[in-house]
C-alpha cells in the first residue's frame, strides 16, 4: 500500500497489537494453521520482503502458484500460464556518468548531472567558457534564456534547453555543458522519465556547487572529459492467475497483491534506521495472500458454485498498482463479463478491541449496503465503510473499468511499511474472521450477475490531505511519462470544471512545471482557495492551456 495514503489512513484508525485470545472452533482452528504457514512463509527473511521482479518475488510466486494448483485451479496467464509478466520502468540509471575539469572529476548529482534528451557520449575538448569554437564542447549561461523568459507564464525550461541545444549542435558544439550565472533558481533537474528521445551530442549541466568550484573564471580554458552514460533500469513483475471455473458467463474477480518492498530500496519504506533491513510485509500483504489462497481453496470445496472465480496475486501493487492496472488493460478474461472484484489489502491485524474492519468501495453498486448490512456480524467487526471506488489498492484498477468493488483493510498500524511488520503481530483468529465473512458474502453473490456499478464521489488517492486545495484528479500512477496523467476526475471539482479528461496530461499549473507526480504535488501546495491559475495540458498531439479556480 503507498506511503501517501497513510497519512489519509490515520484519520480511519490505528491498531495496536495485543494478545488475540478467541477461543475457536476445530474448523477454524486449521484455518489458523493454514494461513499461519503461508503468512511465515511468505515473510520469512529468505524471500527478501517480495520486492517485484527479485529472487524473493519468485520464490513466493512459486509458493503461490503450488498452492492454487494443490486447490486444482486452472492456470489464466499469459499462453495457458501462471503468469502474466509485465515491464516495470525504474527511471533512468545515471551512475555510469563521468565528468572531469582539468583532471578533477566533479561529483554526480552534487555539482552536475546529464539532461535528459543528452546523447549517450564520451567528448573531450579544452574549450574557453567564454568562447565557443567548432568541434569542441561549449560551455552556456542560462541566464539569458531566462531573462527571456520572466513573463512567460507557459516558459517550459526543458524545451528551451533542448531547443538550445540544437541550435549550438548546428553551429559546430561537440557537446554543451550548460551554467547559471544569475541567482535566480533555474528549476533545472534530471527528468527520469522513460523514452525522451536523445539529442545528437552530450549535454550537462553545471549545478550552483560546480560553478562556484570549477567555472569562477570565465576567461580561463579548461580540459574537459565527458562521458555521458544513462541506461533505463526495467525490470519484470508477474501476476499470478488462477481460475475457478464454473462455465458460468459471468466471472468474480477475488485480489490480493503478494509484493512488498524488499529492502525499502524504492523509497517507499517508513523506516528511518540506517542499515538495510527486510521489509517483511507480512500483514502488507502476506495475510491478504494467505486469504487469497484460503478463498481459492473454500470456494473449490463448494459443490454449489454457479459464478467462475478468478483468483489473481498482484505483482507490483507498491510501485503504484502496477499489476492490477497491467491486468485491467490485458485482461485474462471478457472483463465486460466480470460482475465485480474482491481485493484484501492488510486483513491481518484486526484489533482485538476496536475490532475496527474498513470495507472500502461501498458505493461502488448499489448492491452493497443491503449485503453487507445482512452479511456483517456486527459482535465480531465495527464496521468502518468508505464509500470510494478509488483507494490505495488494487480495486482501484477495477473500478476504473465501470466494475463494482469491495475493498477490506484492518487498519494501519505502527508498523506498516517497516521491517517489524512481521507474522508474529498477525491477528490470525482476526484475519478468519475476515476470511469468513467474504466468503459469506461470494456465497450470497453466488450466480448472480453483474451487479449495478455506480461512480462514487472519489477521495483523492495520493493528494496527501496537508494540501488547502484539490484539482479533482486521479493520478496515472504507471504513467512514465514527463507529466502527470489523468487517470480519473471526479465530479464537480475544479479540473471537471475546467474540462480537463481522463488521459490528459498535465505538464504545467500556473508557472509551475509539473514533470512528475511529485512536482505536481509540489506545485498544488502553492495554491489556496479559490485561488484562479492556469493548467496546461497535452492531449494527444496537441497542447492546451484552461483557467481553473479551486475551492
Ligand atoms: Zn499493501
Redesign the pocket.
Known amino acids: 500500500?503507498p506511503r501517501s495514503f497513510f497519512l489519509l489512513l490515520l484519520f480511519f484508525s490505528i491498531s495496536i497489537p495485543n494478545a488475540h485470545s478467541q477461543k475457536l472452533r476445530k474448523a477454524d482452528r486449521q484455518m489458523v494453521e493454514e494461513i499461519q504457514t503461508d503468512i511465515q512463509y511468505l515473510s520469512n527473511d529468505k524471500l527478501e520482503g517480495r520486492r517485484a521482479g527479485t529472487p524473493g518475488e519468485k520464490l513466493a510466486s512459486d509458493y503461490i502458484i503450488s498452492s492454487f494448483q494443490k486447490t486444482g485451479l486452472k492456470p489464466q496467464g499469459d499462453q495457458g500460464g501462471w503468469l502474466q509478466s509485465f515491464e516495470i520502468y525504474d527511471g533512468k540509471d545515471i551512475s555510469q556518468c563521468h565528468f572531469s575539469i582539468n583532471g578533477s572529476e566533479l561529483v554526480l548529482d552534487k555539482e552536475y548531472f546529464p539532461l535528459s534528451f543528452s546523447s549517450n557520449e564520451k567528448v573531450t575538448g579544452s574549450p574557453a567558457i567564454a568562447l565557443q569554437e567548432s568541434g569542441s564542447p561549449w560551455f552556456f549561461d542560462i541566464k539569458e534564456i531566462m531573462e527571456s523568459a520572466q513573463n512567460n507564464p507557459h516558459f517550459d525550461m526543458e524545451k528551451a534547453l533542448r531547443a538550445e541545444t540544437r541550435v549550438l549542435a548546428g553551429r559546430g558544439a561537440s557537446a554543451v555543458i550548460f551554467f547559471n550565472s544569475s541567482k535566480t533558481d533555474d528549476g533545472v533537474e534530471f527528468n527520469p522519465a522513460e523514452g525522451i528521445l536523445p539529442e545528437k551530442i552530450p549535454v550537462l549541466y553545471v549545478t550552483r556547487a560546480g560553478r562556484k568550484k570549477y567555472l569562477k573564471d570565465i576567461s580561463q580554458s579548461l580540459d574537459v572529459k565527458i562521458d555521458v552514460h544513462m541506461e533505463e533500469k526495467k525490470r519484470w513483475g508477474h501476476n499470478i492467475i488462477g481460475y475457478l471455473d464454473k462455465g458460468s458467463p459471468y466471472t468474480v474477480v477475488i485480489g490480493a497483491?503478494y509484493d512488498h518492498l524488499g529492502y525499502g530500496e524504492d523509497g517507499n519504506s517508513l523506516y528511518l534506521g540506517h542499515e538495510k533491513m527486510i521489509h517483511h510485509g507480512a500483514d502488507?500483504?502476506a495475510s491478504g495472500t494467505a486469504a487469497l489462497m484460503e478463498l481459492a481453496r473454500m470456494l473449490n470445496k463448494s459443490r454449489s458454485l454457479k459464478s467462475n472465480y478468478l483468483f489473481i496475486a498482484f505483482s507490483a501493487?507498491?510501485s503504484g498498482l502496477l499489476g492490477s492496472k497491467y491486468f485491467t488493460q490485458h485482461p485474462t478474461v471478457d472483463l465486460t463479463k466480470v460482475s465485480y472484484m474482491l481485493n484484501m489489502?492488510?486483513v491481518g491485524r484486526l484489533n482485538d478491541s476496536s475490532h475496527v474492519l474498513i470495507i472500502g468501495g461501498y458505493g461502488t453498486s448499489p448492491e452493497w449496503s443491503g449485503l453487507i448490512s445482512s452479511t456483517v456480524n456486527k459482535k465480531i467487526f465495527t464496521l468502518k465503510l468508505d464509500s470510494s471506488g478509488t483507494g490505495p489498492?488494487d480495486h482501484t484498477s477495477f473500478y476504473l473499468k465501470n466494475i463494482p468493488v469491495l475493498f477490506f483493510f484492518t487498519g494501519i498500524h505502527p508498523d506498516y511499511h517497516k521491517p517489524t511488520d512481521e507474522a508474529a503481530k498477525i491477528n490470525y483468529p482476526g484475519e478468519v474472521q475476515v476470511i469468513h465473512l467474504i466468503y459469506s458474502i461470494t456465497e450470497k453473490m453466488d450466480g448472480m450477475n453483474k451487479p449495478l456499478f455506480t461512480k462514487t464521489k472519489d477521495e483523492q488517492f495520493g493528494e496527501a490531505p496537508a494540501f488547502n486545495v484539490t484539482l479533482g484528479i486521479m493520478p496515472d500512477y504507471s504513467f512514465s511519462g514527463s507529466g502527470v496523467r489523468i487517470d480519473a476526475i471526479s465530479e464537480g471539482r475544479p479540473a471537471e470544471k475546467a474540462g480537463l479528461q481522463t488521459g490528459d496530461v498535465i505538464i504545467r499549473l500556473g508557472r509551475y512545471q509539473v514533470s512528475s507526480l511529485q512536482s505536481y504535488m509540489e506545485a498544488l501546495s502553492k495554491f489556496n482557495r479559490e485561488d484562479k491559475t492556469t493548467v496546461e495540458f497535452s492531449r494527444g498531439t496537441e497542447i492546451k492551456t484552461v483557467d481553473v479556480q479551486f475551492n
Do not use: V
Request: cysteine-free.
Open positions: 500500500m497483491h502488507d500483504n501493487e507498491e489489502d492488510m489498492s
